[in-house]
Nanobody, 126 residues
Framework: QVQLVESGGGSVQTGGSLRLSCAAS???????MAWFRQAPGKEREAVAS???????IYADSVKGRFAISRDNAKNTLSLQMNSLQPEDTAMYYC?????????????????????WGQGTQVTVSS
C-alpha cells in the first residue's frame, strides 16, 4: 500500500511558475510514477511520467515547460512548472504504478497506475 500526498499548488498569473511535490509513504524508487491533471468537465490527462531509471515522457502540451523528477532518499516526486498558461489550470494528481510492468518507459495512461494522491489545485489567470 502506498499513500501519496500532493502539495505546492496555488494561483499564479500567466507566465508564472509553480513546483508541485508528492510525498510517498513507502519506498517508490523501483516504481514508475507520473503526474496527471484534470480540468472541470474534462477527462484526466497525463502530464509526465518517470520510469525507475529516470527516463521521462511528457505530454506535448507541456514539453519544454514542465520537468518531472524524483528524490529517492526522500520518497518524493516533483513537477516543476514554468511558463504557466491558463489552459494549465486543473487539479494535479501524482500516481504510482506498483505492479510488475513489462513495458518501457513509464506509461501515460491513467488505468495503468495503482495509487493516487488526493490532488492539488493549480489555477493560472490571464
Amino acid at each position: 500500500q502506498v499513500q501519496l500526498v500532493e502539495s505546492g499548488g496555488g494561483s499564479v498569473q500567466t507566465g508564472g511558475s509553480l513546483r508541485l511535490s508528492c510525498a510517498a509513504s513507502g519506498n517508490t524508487y523501483m516504481y514508475c510514477m507520473a503526474w496527471f491533471r484534470q480540468a472541470p468537465g474534462k477527462e484526466r490527462e497525463a502530464v509526465a511520467s518517470l520510469d525507475n531509471d529516470d527516463t521521462t515522457i511528457y505530454a506535448d502540451s507541456v514539453k519544454g515547460r514542465f520537468a518531472i523528477s524524483r528524490d529517492n532518499a526522500k520518497n518524493t516526486l516533483s513537477l516543476q512548472m514554468n511558463s504557466l498558461q491558463p489552459e494549465d489550470t486543473a487539479m494535479y494528481y501524482c500516481a504510482v504504478l506498483a505492479h510488475v510492468w513489462v513495458g518501457y518507459p513509464a506509461p501515460l495512461e491513467a488505468y495503468d497506475y495503482d495509487y493516487w494522491g488526493q490532488g492539488t489545485q493549480v489555477t493560472v489567470s490571464s
